[in-house]
């Protein structure tokens, strides 16, 4: 497994694969690694020809009072998790490399970046779709595999590779959970033993949320009402929103009807977590 350091290594390194006309698939990560994202390298590995990882903690998405100095980092042990899946390359710069001098040009992504975890991290989805367009760019044409746990960011990566013609095919997949519901998160190792066992409860609400859709209630406000109930009765958990949106666009959909999303976030401590489900409301018959 090749693990490059700068931008200009990558780049001729991928420069030779796309030119042996192979396909690259793409997977974008902040490191400590766990199954979740082993499971979009390993669809990677099934889609494309080569399959590239980054490993980079992007200071542009933290604001000043977030994890930024505390986020879990491992890279032997992710190097080690890479070869195991079969990636070919690793592309893991310094902060240096990345952003050589100070950044005068940002992404954003009106509207979509200002809800649910926009309001609560304002400058959080600019610091990430500026990061993500230069990787975009450093890698070239790409599939590029994000997880469905962070769901707006997919929203929003999609969205933007479509508005700016990024030569990259945005492939969401699926959440994995632990065997308790709780949706894996690098974040996950900040909980203590009691928000530990706290912590699935944002699944179960999402459940209770999805049920209640599937028995035939259509009322966002309900729907919202029932999952941040369950939320905000379990004493450990701060619920910061509970909300219930159209899966494409992010916007609120009253009555329900279509493919709708459920997302949830709250702190457990020191820990914010987040969790989604997708439902398909049912057609009145
Ligand atoms: O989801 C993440 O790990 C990050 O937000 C990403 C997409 C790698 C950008 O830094």
Do not use: W
């Amino acid at each position: 497994m090749e693990v490059h350091e700068t931008i200009a290594s990558i780049r001729q390194s991928l420069l030779e694969q796309h030119q042996a006309g192979r396909s690259v698939g793409f997977v974008p990560t902040m490191g400590y690694l766990h199954d979740g994202h082993l499971s979009l390298m390993a669809r990677s590995r099934a889609e494309c020809d080569v399959t590239v990882v980054s490993i980079f903690v992007n200071p542009l998405q933290f604001a000043p009072n977030e994890d930024l100095s505390t986020y879990p980092r491992d890279l032997d042990r992710d190097l080690a998790s890479c070869r195991t899946i079969g990636v070919d390359a690793v592309f893991a710069p310094d902060v240096n490399e990345m952003y050589p001098e100070q950044m005068l040009t940002s992404v954003s992504v009106a509207e979509l970046g200002s809800t649910m975890e926009g309001a609560a991290r304002p400058a959080h989805f600019t610091g990430v779709a500026t990061v993500v367009t230069k990787l975009f760019n450093i890698v070239g044409p790409c599939r590029a595999y994000f997880g469905e746990k962070d769901y707006q960011q997919l929203a929003i990566v999609r969205k933007m590779a479509r508005d700016l013609d990024q030569p990259v095919t945005v492939v969401g997949c699926p959440i994995v959970r632990e065997p308790d519901g709780l949706a894996m998160s690098s974040r996950n190792v900040y909980l203590d033993e009691d928000e530990r066992a706290a912590a699935p409860v944002l699944h179960r609400a999402l459940q209770a949320g999805a049920a209640t859709i599937l028995a035939g209630e259509r009322s966002a406000p309900a729907v919202r009402h029932l999952m941040a109930g369950i939320v905000e009765a379990e004493p450990l958990a701060q619920l910061d929103y509970a909300e219930v949106v159209d899966a494409a666009t992010l916007r609120p959909v009253d009555p329900l009807a279509g493919p709708v999303r459920l997302l949830v976030a709250a702190r457990f401590g020191r820990t914010r977590l987040l969790d989604n489900l997708g439902v398909e409301v049912p057609a009145r018959g």
